[in-house]
Each structure stands twice: as structure tokens, then as C-alpha cells.
């Protein structure tokens, strides 16, 4: 199974910040043929069912705001949320699909500082 | 609007038997891939099974192999997912979700989630 790693596991933020948070996966999601990286990233807000943000590692879905960046390639992924909003706070998860079984990383919780 | 409700969660002993529904609308149901995705109280996601659109070739976790059975109903537009010999580890929120017309998709769509806890 590919293993997919997030760190930090919580961090704490102030509204107007910059946050950037990791995920690693311990094969690479690249699949050669078709150029495309099997990665997703979820949002996840107290009491809710996750949201899909952003998949193939850096489309943006349908009305998720610009703040939200992915970004990487390979093993290596970061989710960036430029000027963090009140609204932001959540826990963040991403997922591989290049390999069954699809497995998620243990998330990154963002806080308020 | 793409909306997936989820039913029949609730209170179970080990060993017994639970099936859950997963009745969507606002999209062409026999279309897409579909799958059941688990969160256990207070933890991370864990993928459950899927099913492809036609209907064939479900594909489980080791974990869940030969206790649990994905199917689907285009007629109805409704998922399934019976859970034969139910164990503590079992229990989690289980949301039903919306996959791409294609293998190895991100979940594009989840319901609201229904609750199944397994007693022993």
C-alpha cells in the first residue's frame, strides 16, 4: 500500500497569514504514460463531510477559492493557503489514487492561533 | 445539484449484519464510479470499495474482503454496501462518495455520512 504521510499534524494560524502544509507519498503518484499526478486534496470542517479542493496535485475544483495552491510532483506535495480566512479552519487531508487501495495521509489540522 | 443520501447506520453487535443505502440525484448515477469511505470516531479517512459505473469488477481493502459487498442499483440510482460479520473496528462514519467515469478518480462528491457502530 502507498502510505501517504502529512506534516505538521495541527498548526496554528492567525487570520491574514500565510500557511503551507506537506504531504509526501512514500512511491511516486506520477504516472509516466499519461503525465498526470494521482494526487488530491480534501477539506474537511468540524461536523462536515470532506470537500475535494484540488486533485491532479493543482486543479482547483469549481468554486474553491484561489488562496488554495497545490503544488509538487513525485513523492513530495504542499497545500498552500495564501491569507487565511476564519473560514479556513479545518482539517486537511490528501489522497492518492494512482494505486489501489486508495489511502488518505492522517491530515493537518489548522487552528486558530 | 448532486446530492447523496446515506441510510440504514446504527447499533449493532459483532459478528451481525448491516446494509446501507446511498440513494443519489442531480447527476447521471450510471456514469460514474461510486465508492464507500470510512471515518472511524475522532480519525482519518480510510477508502472502503468501490464499483465501476457498468456494474462490474468491485474492488475492496484487505480489511473488508469477503465480509463486505459493494453493488449498485442504476435503475434506482441508488449504492449499496452489505457488512456481514460487523467487528468493533468496524465503526466509523461511512460516507457514501461520487468517483470519476474512470479508474483511479479523486471523490468528487460525498453525502452527509451515516453512523454504524458494532458493540461486542
Known amino acids: 500500500d502507498i502510505v501517504m504521510t502529512q506534516i505538521p499534524s495541527s498548526q496554528a494560524v492567525s487570520a491574514g497569514e500565510k500557511v503551507t502544509m506537506s504531504c509526501k507519498s512514500s512511491?511516486?503518484?506520477?504516472?509516466?504514460?499519461?503525465?498526470?499526478?494521482?494526487l488530491a486534496w480534501y477539506q474537511q470542517k468540524p461536523g462536515q463531510s470532506p470537500n475535494l479542493l484540488i486533485s491532479w496535485a493543482s486543479t482547483r475544483e469549481s468554486g474553491v477559492p484561489d488562496r488554495f495552491i497545490g503544488s509538487g510532483s513525485g513523492t513530495d506535495f504542499t497545500l498552500t493557503i495564501n491569507s487565511v480566512q476564519a473560514e479556513d479552519l479545518a482539517i486537511y487531508y490528501c489522497?492518492?489514487?494512482?494505486?489501489?487501495?486508495?489511502?488518505f495521509g492522517g491530515g493537518t489540522k489548522l487552528e486558530l492561533k | 445539484e448532486v446530492q447523496l443520501v446515506e441510510s440504514g447506520g446504527g447499533l449493532v453487535w459483532s459478528g451481525r449484519s448491516l446494509k446501507l443505502s446511498c440513494a443519489a440525484s442531480?447527476?447521471?448515477?450510471?456514469?460514474?464510479?461510486m465508492a464507500w469511505v470510512r471515518q472511524a470516531p475522532t480519525k482519518g479517512l480510510e477508502w472502503v470499495a468501490s464499483i465501476a459505473n457498468g456494474d462490474n469488477n468491485p474492488y475492496y481493502r484487505d480489511s473488508v474482503k469477503g465480509r463486505f459487498s459493494i453493488s449498485r442499483d442504476n435503475a434506482k440510482s441508488t449504492l449499496y454496501l452489505q457488512m456481514d460479520s460487523l467487528r468493533s473496528e468496524d465503526t466509523a462514519t461511512y460516507y457514501c462518495t461520487r468517483e470519476e467515469n474512470y479508474y483511479s478518480a479523486p471523490f468528487d462528491y460525498w453525502g452527509q455520512g451515516v453512523m454504524v457502530t458494532v458493540s461486542s
Open positions: 512511491q511516486s503518484l506520477l504516472y509516466s504514460e499519461n503525465k498526470k499526478t494521482y
Open positions: 489522497e492518492q489514487y494512482y494505486d489501489s487501495p486508495w489511502t
Open positions: 442531480g447527476f447521471t448515477f450510471s456514469n460514474y464510479y
